[in-house]
């Protein structure tokens, strides 16, 4: 089984990759999160793996509440088990931080990796890159998701092959704590672009948003930051502060939305 989290897709289509090669079954992490379905029985060759973005340097809360909870019945040191980050840039100590929160619900991490995927957090910088750079990134993100797909179905321990940058504790020490700042969803606003459609409600994972007089309306103190809701919206009409108004969107071309 994989769990996995994603806004705009990377990470889902990453996680089909990997799961197509592996034959392991894909679960979403925030459909768990919303039915409260947490407990899980696994068999002896199966697979658990994880696979999510990095934000800040850290853990996406909405990955963070999952694995609280989370309960994997008939777990051995038989299952071989894996995380996979998706990131723009660097991981920092994301790694150490995950496996800390697995070992809560008595998980040990066989096995990490991570792939560069084009970064899209346009609340903070314009860091979508041109188009042709984007499929070039894109490119090399396959020949890296072949590889590691190869390492997972063989079950190989102890590759630890993450992008974690310079100085990494540093990095997230000084950046993650920021997180919890920026998941404010005040500055979110709507243009007269909106058409009422509900997409944005109706992909949010944290269950932020709810339609009210045909406009979104977002509820303080949920949100994950995926950023789901501007990258996707079809009239280009969400907004976050004055910034994204001039950046582009974004989502993954081949993950299937």
Not at 107 to 117: A, H, K, R, T
Not at 187 to 201: I, K, Q, R, S, W
Not at 209 to 217: A, C, D
């Amino acid at each position: 089984m994989i769990f996995y989290f994603s806004g705009t897709g990377n990470s889902l289509y990453t996680a089909k990759r990997v799961a197509d090669e592996t034959n392991e079954k894909l679960i979403s992490i925030a459909e768990c999160l919303n039915k409260g379905q947490f407990e899980f029985d696994v068999h002896n060759s199966e697979r658990i793996g994880f696979v999510f973005p990095v934000y800040f340097y850290g853990v996406p809360s909405i990955v963070v509440d999952f694995v609280k909870n989370l309960k994997i019945n008939k777990y051995s040191k038989q299952n071989f088990s894996f995380v996979l980050f998706t990131l723009g840039g660097s991981a920092g100590n994301a790694l150490n931080q995950f496996k800390r929160r697995l070992k809560q619900s008595k998980i040990s991490l066989d096995s990490g990796y991570s792939v560069v995927m084009p970064d899209n957090y346009i609340i903070m910088f314009n860091l979508l890159t041109p188009e042709s750079k984007r499929n070039e990134i894109l490119k090399n993100a396959e020949i890296q998701i072949s590889k590691i797909s190869v390492n997972v179905k063989s079950c190989i321990k102890g590759e630890f092959q993450i992008q974690k940058g310079a100085f990494p504790r540093c990095m997230t020490c000084v950046n993650y704590p920021f997180y919890k700042k920026a998941r404010t969803t005040k500055p979110f606003y709507t243009t007269d672009n909106c058409n009422g459609c509900g997409l944005c409600e109706k992909i949010c994972p944290s269950k932020t948003i709810k339609i009210v007089g045909k406009r979104p309306l977002w509820d303080e103190g949920r949100c994950t930051q995926c950023l789901a809701c501007i990258h996707r919206c079809p009239k280009l009409a969400i907004q976050y502060g004055k910034k994204t108004l001039t950046r582009g969107r974004y989502y993954n071309p081949n993950c299937g939305f």
